[in-house]
C-alpha cells in the first residue's frame, strides 16, 4: 500500500501546479483500485481542510464535498476501518456545526475512546459537542 502525503492529495484536488498534478494524477488515476488503494491519514485529512480553507479559499460547502468524496471513494482508504468511520462521522459534524473540522475530529476519537466530555476554550465547539470551559 501506499500512503499519500497532503501535497500530493492537495495537487491532485487543486490541479494548481501542472507538472506535480499530472504526477499526481498518474498516479492515483494508475495505481490505486479498490483492491490496492491508496492510503491517507488522517493528519492529512485535517491538513487538507486547512490548506483548502486558508489557501485555497474554498467554502465549507466545498471542502465537505472534498471530503465526502475522498472518503467514500473506492480507490483510496483512511487509516483503519473504525478510523475511517470517525472520520466520515467528524465530516457529519463538521458539516452542521461552526468548528474546525480537526475539533470534529478531535471530539468524535474522544467520545469513542470512551471520554465523558472534551473541553475546549473555542466557543465554537459547543456546535459540535465539546464543552467550553
Not at 498534478?21 to 491519514?41: Q, V, Y
Not at 471530503?67 to 482508504?77: A, D, F, N, P, R
Not at 475511517?84 to 452542521?96: C, H, I, Q, T
Request: a negative charge; glycine letters at 6%; proline letters at 1%.
Amino acid at each position: 500500500m501506499i500512503c499519500l502525503d497532503t501535497n500530493i492529495l492537495i495537487r491532485y484536488l487543486a490541479q494548481d501546479d501542472k507538472k506535480q498534478a499530472s504526477r499526481a494524477n498518474k498516479l492515483i488515476d494508475n495505481e490505486f483500485n479498490s483492491g490496492n488503494p491508496g492510503f491517507i491519514t488522517l493528519i492529512s485529512l485535517v491538513e487538507i481542510v486547512w490548506v483548502l480553507e486558508s489557501c485555497y479559499s474554498q467554502t465549507r460547502k466545498e471542502v465537505i464535498e472534498v471530503l465526502h468524496s475522498l472518503l467514500t471513494t473506492k480507490q483510496l482508504v483512511i487509516e483503519g476501518a473504525d478510523m475511517a468511520d470517525m472520520a466520515y462521522l467528524a465530516l457529519k459534524r463538521y458539516a452542521v456545526g461552526n468548528a474546525d473540522y480537526s475539533d470534529a475530529l478531535i471530539t468524535v476519537i474522544s467520545e469513542n475512546q470512551g471520554c465523558s466530555s472534551i473541553v475546549t476554550f473555542d466557543k465554537k465547539g459547543n456546535s459540535i459537542g465539546m464543552k467550553v470551559l
